[in-house]
């Protein structure tokens, strides 16, 4: 018998982050939530606002998490939907019915003494200031290929060398969580094999400097090595949902 994970009720508070960790998991793709007319309206006006706030956002497809479900003792069925990326800006609209959890990867990338690479997001990109792990939304694949685990570890691995310069065959993450939070969005998060402090630093700056000479804002302006969930509470600004969760239970063996 199967069990449905209700997703997080949104909030403007304090968010409750789940922490999962299944021996498997499955993508099945559903039809997209439907959309009534009055909240794409609100919507789209939504998104218009959001882009003047901010020109860098971009309305590309996207993956939704659309349902979360316990189908055995160690393995969960991911439901997903392709949308369009201006459906989050639901979010902004007080009331909304049709609002969308997403589907994200990210990487968990050790230094070699131990210490754990987040980075702040910069401010052409959604969630500027933000301090989290390397990682993004997932994109659904072209017609008739699947989104599964390999390709979310393809993601997974784009992800990491786009935002911090470093480069990981797919092949050589690992899957270690699902993190539930802020809009029930569900995110699978993967460990990568640890790297000299130096060279993180390294690949960085480079990333840096090639944007930076096109005229061009990195996806993290900045990163740091925490070795302690104490010191990532003390990096100034907001942080994503999951970082304090997730350095928690990683520095606690």
């Given at each position: 018998?199967?069990?449905?994970?209700?997703?997080?009720?949104?909030?403007?508070?304090?968010?409750?982050?789940?922490?999962?960790?299944?021996?498997?998991?499955?993508?099945?793709?559903?039809?997209?939530?439907?959309?009534?007319?009055?909240?794409?309206?609100?919507?789209?006006?939504?998104?218009?606002?959001?882009?003047?706030?901010?020109?860098?956002?971009?309305?590309?497809?996207?993956?939704?998490?659309?349902?979360?479900?316990?189908?055995?003792?160690?393995?969960?069925?991911?439901?997903?939907?392709?949308?369009?990326?201006?459906?989050?800006?639901?979010?902004?609209?007080?009331?909304?019915?049709?609002?969308?959890?997403?589907?994200?990867?990210?990487?968990?990338?050790?230094?070699?003494?131990?210490?754990?690479l987040v980075g702040r997001?910069?401010?052409?990109?959604?969630?500027?200031?933000?301090?989290?792990?390397?990682?993004?939304?997932?994109?659904?694949?072209?017609?008739?290929?699947?989104?599964?685990?390999?390709?979310?570890?393809?993601?997974?691995?784009?992800?990491?060398?786009?935002?911090?310069?470093?480069?990981?065959?797919?092949?050589?993450?690992?899957?270690?969580?699902?993190?539930?939070?802020?809009?029930?969005?569900?995110?699978?998060?993967?460990?990568?094999?640890?790297?000299?402090?130096?060279?993180?630093?390294?690949?960085?700056?480079?990333?840096?400097?090639?944007?930076?000479?096109?005229?061009?804002?990195?996806?993290?302006?900045?990163?740091?090595?925490?070795?302690?969930?104490?010191?990532?509470?003390?990096?100034p600004g907001p942080h994503?949902?999951?970082?304090?969760?997730?350095?928690?239970?990683?520095?606690?063996?």
């Open positions: 018998m199967t069990e449905d994970l209700k997703p997080a009720a949104a909030t403007t508070g304090p968010v409750d982050v789940e922490l999962l960790e299944p021996a498997g998991i499955r993508l099945v793709e559903t039809p997209a939530p439907p959309l009534p007319e009055p909240e794409r309206a609100a919507m789209d006006r939504a998104w218009r606002q959001a882009v003047r706030a901010n020109p860098g956002l971009f309305d590309g497809p996207v993956v939704a998490c659309t349902g979360l479900v316990r189908d055995s003792p160690d393995t969960l069925v991911v439901h997903w939907a392709r949308i369009g990326y201006r459906r989050f800006a639901l979010r902004l609209v007080p009331g909304a019915t049709a609002r969308a959890s997403s589907l994200y990867v990210a990487v968990v990338q050790p230094a070699d003494d131990g210490r754990i997001m910069a401010g052409p990109t959604a969630r500027p200031g933000r301090w989290g792990l390397p990682g993004g939304c997932v994109e659904p694949p072209p017609p008739g290929e699947p989104l599964d685990p390999p390709a979310l570890r393809r993601y997974a691995a784009r992800e990491l060398v786009e935002e911090t310069g470093v480069f990981t065959p797919p092949e050589r993450l690992t899957r270690w969580l699902l993190v539930r939070g802020e809009h029930g969005s569900v995110g699978v998060l993967h460990l990568a094999p640890p790297r000299p402090a130096r060279e993180l630093a390294e690949r960085h700056a480079e990333l840096c400097a090639a944007h930076r000479s096109l005229g061009a804002e990195p996806e993290f302006d900045r990163i740091a090595l925490i070795g302690s969930p104490a010191e990532a509470a003390a990096l994503a949902d999951h970082l304090g969760p997730v350095l928690r239970r990683l520095f606690a063996g």
